[in-house]
Structures are given as structure tokens and as C-alpha cells.
């Protein structure tokens, strides 16, 4: 069993900046984890992932170039760094974990844990 605690939502401006974390705990070896997020009235979106053991990393189209997903593997913890935010950003934000494939960790389907989820809000 895989449990995710997400943090560091929260309001910022456009333009600013916010990290979340997400506390991973439970059995994790191999474990793949992924950003996601849902917008009212919107599907949910895969932002990025990283295999928690190397480091490798993959990013959905709406984060390259503003997104930077990390992972601190002493803390169990993995972060995204929101940089340059835009009102289209604001979301619910998930944090998710599966295993398998690294092809299957990086397409962003198929997550089969997920946290509470940490609320994004930017204002213009």
C-alpha cells in the first residue's frame, strides 16, 4: 500500500512562484511518481513524473519550460516547483504514484495512488 500526502498550495500572484510536496510513505520501491492537476469543469491533466529511484523526469506540454518536478529520496518526497504562474494554472493539484515501466510511469496514465490533493489559486 501507497499513501501521498500533498502540500504547499495555496494563493499567489501572476508571476509568482509556489513548491508543493508530496510525502510518500508505504511500500516504494520502484515507485513512479506524477503531478497532476483539474480545473473546474476539466479533465485532469498530467503535469510530470519521475521515476523516484534515477531521477528521470518527463513533463506534460502545460509544464515544460515553468515546471520542475523533483525528488528528495531521504524525506520520501517529491516536489513540484511552479515558477511564472498564470491564472490558468489555478487547480486542484494531485500528486500520484504507480509502478511499472518507466514508458508507462512517463506517459502520466494509469496512476493507480492518489493524495487528497492541495488547492492552486492565481490571481491576476
Known amino acids: 500500500e501507497v499513501q501521498l500526502v500533498e502540500s504547499g498550495g495555496g494563493s499567489v500572484q501572476a508571476g509568482g512562484s509556489l513548491r508543493l510536496s508530496c510525502a510518500v510513505s508505504?511500500?516504494?520501491?520502484?515507485?513512479?511518481m506524477g503531478w497532476f492537476r483539474r480545473a473546474p469543469g476539466k479533465e485532469r491533466e498530467g503535469l510530470a513524473s519521475?521515476?523516484?529511484?534515477?531521477?528521470?523526469?518527463s513533463y506534460g506540454d502545460s509544464a515544460k519550460g515553468r515546471f520542475t518536478i523533483s525528488r528528495d529520496n531521504a524525506k520520501n518526497t517529491v516536489y513540484l516547483q511552479m515558477n511564472s504562474l498564470k491564472p490558468e494554472d489555478a487547480a486542484m493539484y494531485y500528486c500520484?504514484?504507480?509502478?511499472?515501466?518507466?514508458?508507462?510511469?512517463?506517459?502520466?496514465?494509469?496512476?493507480?495512488?492518489w493524495g487528497q490533493g492541495t488547492q492552486v489559486t492565481v490571481s491576476s
Open positions: 500520484g504514484a504507480r509502478f511499472g515501466l518507466w514508458s508507462a510511469c512517463s506517459s502520466l496514465r494509469g496512476y493507480d495512488y
Open positions: 508505504g511500500y516504494t520501491s520502484g515507485i513512479c
Open positions: 519521475i521515476l523516484f529511484s534515477d531521477g528521470r523526469t
